[in-house]
């Protein structure tokens, strides 16, 4: 079974721009998180959807937003870039919503440069 | 909302030693305790977890202790392998319903020959 997969997984933008992310999940999964993880420090929460509805979001600007998909599949976009924004983002996604019933399963991410 | 600390940064260890991470959370409501590691320009992929209603987890070299009193939990690794640098990171469930995990800094772990 193919794992979380992420797309692009490398790309470089310049402040001011604006970047979708993409991220399908596993197969049978329902729910996607995203993560920003700056380098050398720990992934911070940025959203959670399951079923297609918010369920959570973290401490983040309007210029972040995300949404899935009808097979469960969520892009990450992020407005008018800030070099700040320069980080790997990683897409998880596990087989419920609820964390405390299961396991988050990452993949390998989009590393986004803004210069 | 939950706060993880998590120490020491980097964590250096001889092969064959063990290796000890150590963090702290704030929310006593926190039930569910993930460790993860995460090896260069690589993914964080799960290497152990606790949940609250359990003190202690083994898994061959890799055990987690949870003191739910004092809001620690650790990482122990025996028999280190250089295979095992890595970062290591622990998160907590943040206490609503869903899945908001509350990751620590990271710890750099080098094992030397």
């Known amino acids: 079974d193919a794992g979380v997969t992420q797309s692009p997984t490398h790309l470089i933008k310049t402040r001011g721009q604006h970047v979708t992310l993409r991220c399908s999940p596993i197969s049978g999964h329902k729910s996607v998180s995203w993560y920003q993880q700056v380098l050398g420090q720990g992934p911070q929460f940025i959203f959670q959807y399951y079923e297609k509805e918010e369920r959570g979001r973290g401490n983040f600007p309007d210029r972040f937003s995300a949404r899935q998909f009808p097979n469960y599949s969520s892009e990450l976009n992020v407005n008018a870039l800030l070099l700040g924004d320069s980080a790997l983002y990683l897409c998880a996604s596990s087989a419920t919503g609820v964390l405390n019933t299961g396991e988050l399963f990452f993949g390998e991410g989009s590393r986004l440069t803004v210069l | 909302g939950e706060n993880v600390e998590q120490h020491p940064s980097t964590l250096s260890v001889q092969e064959g030693d063990s290796a000890v991470i150590k963090c702290t959370y704030s929310d006593s409501a926190s039930n569910y305790f993930p460790w993860y590691k995460q090896e260069l320009g690589k993914r964080p992929q799960l290497i152990i977890d606790i949940r609250s209603n359990v003190g202690e987890k083994k898994d061959q070299r890799i055990a987690v202790t949870l003191n739910k009193t004092a809001k620690h939990f650790s990482l122990h690794i025996t028999e280190t392998q250089p295979e095992d640098s890595a970062v290591y990171f622990c998160?907590?469930?943040?206490?609503?319903?869903?899945?908001?995990?509350?990751f620590g800094a990271g710890t750099q772990v080098v094992v030397t020959p």
């Open positions: 998160a907590a469930i943040l206490t609503d319903s869903w899945g908001k995990l509350q």
